[in-house]
C-alpha cells in the first residue's frame, strides 16, 4: 500500500478509501493511536505482530505508549461503499474533522491518516536539507546522488 491521498470525511466520520488502499487493508482494519498524532490503520491479521512488539516493551520505558495503542485498538470493516469509520475518539486524538478534510498515507505495510493541516505542518519542516540528512542517515544520498 502506497500514496498519499487527500479525502473527505462526513458527519459520522466515514472515509472513502482509494482502491489502491483498500485492497491492501482487506475487509477487517484495526485502527489506533498512532505515535505522531495521527490514527494508524492497518489490516486485522497484522495486529498481532504490532501487539507481541508493544507486549515486549518494558512498562519502565514503554507504559506511555502501551497505554495509548493498546487501549485505543478497534476493529472496523469497510462498508461497501469502501468507507472505513473511524470511531470519535480516534478522529479526537488525530484532530480529524469534516470541515478540515484528512490525508491517507500507504507506508506499506500499514496506512496513517492524518488531519490535512497537521500533516501539512508535518510535512511543511520536511525541507530539501532534511530530506538529504535523512537519506544519508539509512544510506540512499549515494543511491541518489546526493
Given at each position: ?62 507504559a506511555a505508549l502501551l497505554r495509548r495503542m493498546l487501549s485505543a485498538r478497534h476493529?472496523?470493516r469497510p462498508d461497501a461503499l469502501g468507507r472505513l469509520i473511524v470511531p470519535r ?39 530539501a536539507e532534511n530530506v538529504r540528512i535523512a537519506a544519508k542517515a539509512v544510506g ?7
Amino acid at each position: 500500500m502506497w500514496g498519499e491521498f487527500e479525502r473527505g470525511m462526513d458527519e459520522k466520520g466515514r472515509i472513502v478509501l482509494p482502491p489502491e488502499l483498500r485492497l491492501g487493508l482487506g475487509a477487517e482494519v484495526t485502527l489506533t493511536r498512532a505515535p505522531d498524532g495521527a490514527v494508524l490503520a492497518l489490516p486485522a491479521n497484522g495486529w498481532s505482530a504490532i501487539e507481541a512488539r508493544l507486549q515486549g516493551v518494558s512498562p519502565l520505558d514503554g507504559a506511555a505508549l502501551l497505554r495509548r495503542m493498546l487501549s485505543a485498538r478497534h476493529d472496523v470493516r469497510p462498508d461497501a461503499l469502501g468507507r472505513l469509520i473511524v470511531p470519535r475518539f480516534l478522529r479526537e486524538w488525530a484532530g480529524l474533522s469534516t470541515d478540515n478534510g484528512v490525508v491517507l498515507l500507504g507506508l506499506g505495510e500499514h496506512v496513517e491518516i492524518w488531519s490535512r493541516a497537521r500533516w501539512h505542518d508535518f510535512a511543511a519542516q520536511f525541507t530539501a536539507e532534511n530530506v538529504r540528512i535523512a537519506a544519508k542517515a539509512v544510506g540512499l544520498d549515494t543511491m541518489f546522488g546526493i
